[in-house]
């Protein structure tokens, strides 16, 4: 059955021969049959949480996840798209955009009648694993990227995010939604083909916790919305953006944490991803394209760097939390990595090598 | 002047040209008068604190950091004993422990009159980056690391944090106090002879806020202190040990977050390092290098590790909070490392690949 989605992209759900789901999200109306042939095992099992008492955090214990594929050279690629000789993890000879379950999911469907324990220090039970992990193959082509994608391309790989998150978030087991992107082996990136990841959360992760409470005292405080007063402060200040359009815009924060690190917001704020509108959806693509080509072009080298959707929980913070894309490079130097060591790991507490407004300069003078 | 430390360290205080502080702790008495005789400029100026308003943490933006010395070779270590033929950070030929202002501190005495402001959203203002950032040389043997040193030498360097603990716990604009060691290219060392630092804090950092309120919690809830029921656990469980004598513990956490992390706490709690006692004091050095040592005999290479001292705020947190050393590796297997990528960099989520009671197991096996 195909569905047809904004932007008159064409989802086309099927099955891997594990049971695994994979979704075809396509630009022209094109059958994806393809028959995943290979004699897959079992997926693995559910891993658990653990609560962390000394600061009240949830960790997921994913032992199985330890010998998961690890760069593998590009004939081996699991992410490009199936051969008569090779079966990857996509069955059909070519694609646009897929999603599919991770392999190794460190977070997976727990079955029925799972919920999260209430907190209760060292007494606190250890539930499974509950959540979702997907990767997000952006292209066929082995070796582009992101920001090398076309338009239209951009726009199918949004309408996935926002498909999987609306779908996602009706599951009565997760809690928050994070569409991400690992790029460049300084992160870790074990598979080099354009490609980003859906964690699906059982519970409101660390970070967004923080986010939630700063922006539910900004409400009460103020009345008004955290992140739109923080553009409202942007726009004014004006050195720190990088690209505007109608309904974008993307700056270097005035507190960023890393050398490189630039946040695009819409400007008619949402609360999830998958309330973005048309018009929003259309603009998105050029700004997100512009943004990154001057991160690659900075120092004319491609950018290691993580892409974090934030956005609101799903049952809180619709009120007061918007969503946006947070793009971080651990590059400070072109032989210089922003490493997250003792004050960053250990205190949580960040230092900054380069004042927010240069590294705005350096964003903006890249020649595209 | 020599100041007379416990365990029979002697303390000798001296300035570097340019006016930074150098404290040598030498376990015998022998006087250290060597003059650094470089042409020195003045040190940077200080940078400031900016509050990402998302989160309401403090970000240090300290750019003129960026140039700082990177990976020189042995013979231009700036942390070796100087020679006749060249001048490094330490004026003397030879040293057994050796603290000194970091040349380009991103945390710094701020003068006068220095507060830091209440928080108040985007109103508030940008304070000078007050703190402390200080390097501890363990020894001058270049090739040696933190496990290899005596037990007589490991002594020094605990009297030399206790001893920087106490000092700048008394400064006006030090809230908090963070002794740590980055070891490791992979976690962006830059300078390999054998030394750790210490971050003294205007504000209390993120984790370590995070730890007071889990712990003023659990004091609330129970009337008891929240380490010394995790250590009750720890040795309840027996699974997750490490190492133990008559006043310490080491233990793989219930929950960690890192395939090799290991807690090192004494088991009659103290709030800050500089309570710690003779007894306590006596019997740090074989508990550490046995560890150390097991994390390095794991896979038969030198790990790389974060170690990091966590302790109670300056002014509040003694009531509840408590001493322990966590030492974490970003190794997960030889070839692999752990890095901090979408989950746990982005939502602050952290995905545990491996069964905290295997790494025990581990760690527990490797042959001393």
Request: charged share 25%; aromatic share 8%; hydrophobic share 35%.
């Given at each position: ?20 789901d994979i979704f075809y999200y396509d630009n022209s109306d094109i059958s994806r049959d393809a028959v995943d042939t290979r004699n897959e095992v079992a997926q ?8 962390d008492v000394l600061v009240n955090e949830w960790v997921a214990v994913a032992s199985h996840r330890q010998h998961r594929i690890f760069l593998p050279p590009k ?277 900054m090598d380069l004042d927010p407004e240069q590294s705005a300069d350096q964003l903006r003078a890249v020649k595209l």
């Amino acid at each position: 059955m195909k569905q047809q989605l904004p932007g008159g992209v064409i989802r086309q759900n099927r099955k891997l021969a594990d049971g695994r789901d994979i979704f075809y999200y396509d630009n022209s109306d094109i059958s994806r049959d393809a028959v995943d042939t290979r004699n897959e095992v079992a997926q693995p099992g559910i891993g658990h949480l653990r609560l962390d008492v000394l600061v009240n955090e949830w960790v997921a214990v994913a032992s199985h996840r330890q010998h998961r594929i690890f760069l593998p050279p590009k004939q081996l690629c699991p992410l490009c798209a199936s051969t008569k000789d090779k079966q990857t993890e996509i069955p059909d000879s070519d694609y646009e955009v897929v999603v599919f379950t991770n392999r190794a999911p460190a977070l997976t469907n727990p079955g029925e009648n799972w919920s999260l324990p209430q907190l209760a220090g060292l007494d606190t039970p250890n539930p499974d694993a509950a959540g979702a992990c997907e990767v997000v193959c952006y292209t066929s082509d082995h070796e582009s990227s992101f920001a090398k994608l076309s338009v239209k391309q951009i726009r199918a790989v949004l309408e996935a995010w926002k498909d999987r998150d609306k779908t996602l978030s009706t599951l009565s087991y997760i809690e928050h939604v994070f569409p991400f992107e690992n790029r460049g082996e300084e992160v870790g990136v074990t598979i080099s083909h354009p490609h980003g990841q859906i964690y699906a959360y059982s519970f409101i992760p660390p970070r967004v916790e923080k986010m939630l409470s700063a922006a539910q005292e900004h409400l009460k405080k103020t009345g008004r919305v955290l992140l739109d007063d923080v553009i409202k402060r942007e726009i004014k200040d004006e050195r720190r953006i990088i690209a505007k359009n109608s309904e974008w815009i993307a700056y270097v924060p005035y507190a960023a944490r890393y050398p490189f690190e630039i946040h695009v917001a819409p400007l008619r704020g949402v609360a999830h991803m998958n309330q973005l509108d048309e018009t929003q959806s259309e603009s998105f693509a050029p700004i997100a394209k512009e943004v990154l080509s001057r991160l690659d072009g900075v120092f004319g080298i491609e950018m290691a760097y993580i892409a974090s959707w934030y956005q609101s929980p799903v049952s809180i913070g619709q009120d007061c939390m918007r969503l946006h894309w947070q793009i971080v490079s651990v590059r400070r130097q072109p032989g210089k990595l922003k490493y997250l060591s003792g004050s960053e790991s250990g205190m949580g507490a960040f230092i900054m090598d380069l004042d927010p407004e240069q590294s705005a300069d350096q964003l903006r003078a890249v020649k595209l």
